[in-house]
């Protein structure tokens, strides 16, 4: 059963970077797709990007594309998120998420297991 703990959150200026990251305990991380999905006060949990077991085949949900990347290192058992050019609607609570198969979803129920967030804070 996969734990995750997410780090790296923060306050950033509008324009400005974070990176962050998601440690993994399982054994088989290369197994699991991950996700990072984000939610907002008062909004959904949205999808953000994901990437497959292998680290191949990465998905970005179209608000970030060209300013998020999503990757991962199987031997460290981690997934990063290195987020750019932030702007203040990214601001949100970010959760790092695994699914059962190596192949990757854009959506919260296809993934078992969950971080506890991490704060996001873009100022403008």
């Known amino acids: 059963q996969a734990q995750l703990v997410e780090s790296g959150g923060g306050l950033v200026q509008a324009g400005g970077s974070l990176r962050l990251s998601c440690a993994a305990s399982?054994?088989?991380?290369?197994?699991?797709?991950m996700g990072w999905f984000r939610q907002a006060p008062g909004k959904e949990r949205e999808f953000v990007a994901a990437?497959?077991?292998?680290?191949?085949?990465?998905f970005y949900a179209d608000p970030v594309k060209g300013r998020f990347t999503i990757s991962r290192d199987n031997a460290k058992t981690t997934v990063a998120l290195q987020m750019n050019n932030l702007k203040p609607e990214d601001t949100a609570v970010y959760y790092c998420?695994?699914?059962?198969?190596?192949?990757?979803?854009?959506?919260?129920?296809?993934?078992?297991?969950w971080g506890q967030g991490t704060q996001v804070t873009v100022s403008s």
């Open positions: 990437i497959s077991g292998s680290g191949v085949i990465k």
């Open positions: 998420a695994a699914r059962g198969s190596s192949s990757p979803g854009r959506v919260g129920n296809e993934y078992g297991y």
């Open positions: 399982e054994r088989t991380f290369r197994t699991y797709a």
